[in-house]
């Protein structure tokens, strides 16, 4: 077999050909409340994965699970070909400790609904904090990282602004420009403009879909069908924690199979 060379792309992993992320019928519950039913999931590298779904139906949930922000309670999943949270020996699973975990975390970019800035600090020092902190990055070079990623997000001469300054799109975009900082190979987003103000929305889902068209592999809990269409490699519809179906966001869309799934988008749509 010949050997081929893939160029290093942002967000994609050079060495995996295998899947970007991989969930194997994951379960998760709050005491007896069953959340996650088994969700099974493949979302292969430079993907942008929009995952649909009613209120409570455990979207945000898997989302946290991906990055052991949530415990799972059976299944698997693995990230760039590695198992999240735990380490397999002898045929058993053993949870990998603190600092492991947060290594795992480390490339995978998250942005909620809530912006989640720190109010008392400039933008750039938002997105100089973690890399700087946890990533052990110079601070010199951490600034002219953020000085450009903030130039990419549209927000090049809010370096020195406060968030209580900023509109819901602009700190969402410096939310963005802060996960990226960590040079995520991998970006989640939960529900990522639904708090803003209609007019808001649309130059945060430009941010996103630029990012898309570079690579980035991208899981997007939304409810913005127009996205999903236009930017969406494929779609999720989640129902009580379960993946009711899935498929190409535009076929999804026009001529939606499940029951389920069309009185959800009759809904949004
Ligand atoms: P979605 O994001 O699709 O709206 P969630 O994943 O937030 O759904 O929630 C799914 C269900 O899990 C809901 O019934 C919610 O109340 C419950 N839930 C989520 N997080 C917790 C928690 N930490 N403790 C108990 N129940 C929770
Ligand atoms: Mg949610």
Redesign the pocket.
Known sequence: MTEVTVPAQAGRSATESGPMVRAEQVHKS??P?E?LKGIDLEVRAGEVCCLL??????????L?CINHL?KINAGRIWVDGELIGYREHGGKLHELREKEVAAQRRPIGMVFQRFNLFPHMTVLQNIVEAPVLVGRARKAEARDRAAQLLERVGLGDKLQAYPGQLSGGQQQRVAIARALAMQPKLMLF??PTSALDPELVGEVLDVMKDLARDGMTMIV?THEIGFAREVGDSLVF?DG?VVVEQGDPRAVIADPKHERTKAFLAKVL
């Open positions: 709050f005491g409340l959340v779904g009613p209120s409570g139906s455990g979207k945000s949930t898997f946290r949530e939960d529900e809990v989640m924690g």
